[in-house]
C-alpha cells in the first residue's frame, strides 16, 4: 500500500488514478489481442472428429472463396452408428447432453420418419467422373440422410461445418460406387 500513498503517508488520489490507468491499459491491450486472436481462429475451415475408419473420397471441391467440400466414405459402415458418432461430437462441441439439446444442435433425419418419396426429377448434367455434383440436392437418389451442423460463427466472423450424412449408391462406376457405404459430405464456410 506503500505506493498509494505520498511521502507524508497521506493517501495519493494521483498515485491511485495512474494504477486504475495502468489496469485499465492492461485490460483493453488484453481483450484486443483477444478478440484478434479468435477473429484470426475463423479464417480457415472448421474440421469436426471424423468416425473411426473414415476415409477421404476425392479431393476437396472448392465452391468458391470461404467456401468447400469434403467428402469421406466409412466402408461397410451403418448411417445409424455415424450419425450418433456425430451426434455425440456435436454435445460435446455445443456443451450440451442428450436431453437439453435444442433441435438446432442435434443431428436431423430427413425425412424424420420413413424415406423420401415423390422427389421431383432435377435437370442435371452428366456428372463426367467428377465426385462432386455441381447441382446436389440432398436426398436425391437416396432414402434418408441425416445433417449435423457445427456452427462457430462469432461477431463479424462466419466459420460452420454442415455435415451431410447418407447411405452408399450403387453406381456402375467403380470410383463411384459406394454401395454398402456410409458417405460423409462436409460443407465447409468460413471467414476469409
Known amino acids: 500500500m506503500g505506493f498509494l500513498t505520498d511521502r507524508k503517508g497521506n493517501f495519493s ?6 494504477l486504475v490507468m495502468v489496469l485499465g491499459g492492461l485490460f483493453v491491450g488484453f481483450g484486443f489481442v483477444s478478440f484478434q486472436v479468435d477473429q484470426q481462429s475463423r479464417r480457415t475451415p472448421f474440421f469436426p472428429d471424423l468416425p473411426p475408419n473414415a476415409t477421404q473420397w ?28 456425430y451426434q455425440a461430437q456435436m ?21 424424420p420418419a420413413g424415406e423420401f418419396t415423390n422427389i421431383p426429377d432435377v435437370q442435371r448434367p452428366a456428372n463426367d467422373g ?11 437418389d437416396l432414402p434418408f440422410l ?3 451442423m457445427f456452427d462457430r460463427s462469432g461477431f463479424n466472423a462466419t466459420q460452420d461445418t454442415l455435415v451431410w450424412i447418407q447411405p452408399g ?4 462406376d467403380p470410383n463411384l460406387n459406394t454401395e454398402g457405404d456410409v458417405v460423409i459430405i462436409y460443407e465447409q464456410r468460413w471467414q476469409n
Do not use: H, M
Not at 488520489?13 to 495512474?18: A, D, N
Not at 476437396?60 to 466402408?75: A, H, I, K, W
Not at 454435445?91 to 425425412?111: I, K, N
Not at 455434383?133 to 436426398?139: E, H, I, K, S, T
Open 13 to 18: 488520489w494521483f498515485r491511485l488514478s495512474l
Open 58 to 85: 476425392g479431393g476437396t471441391e472448392f465452391v468458391s472463396v470461404g467456401f468447400q467440400r469434403n467428402y469421406y466414405r466409412v466402408p461397410g459402415g451403418n448411417v445409424e452408428e455415424v450419425a450418433a458418432f
Open 91 to 111: 454435445e460435446r462441441f455445443y456443451g450440451t447432453s442428450g436431453g437439453a439439446a435444442s433441435s438446432l444442435e442435434r443431428c436431423q433425419r430427413l425425412p
Open 130 to 140: 467428377k465426385i462432386y455434383d455441381p447441382n446436389f440436392v440432398p436426398g436425391r
Open 146 to 148: 441425416f445433417k449435423c
Open 169 to 172: 449408391t450403387r453406381s456402375d
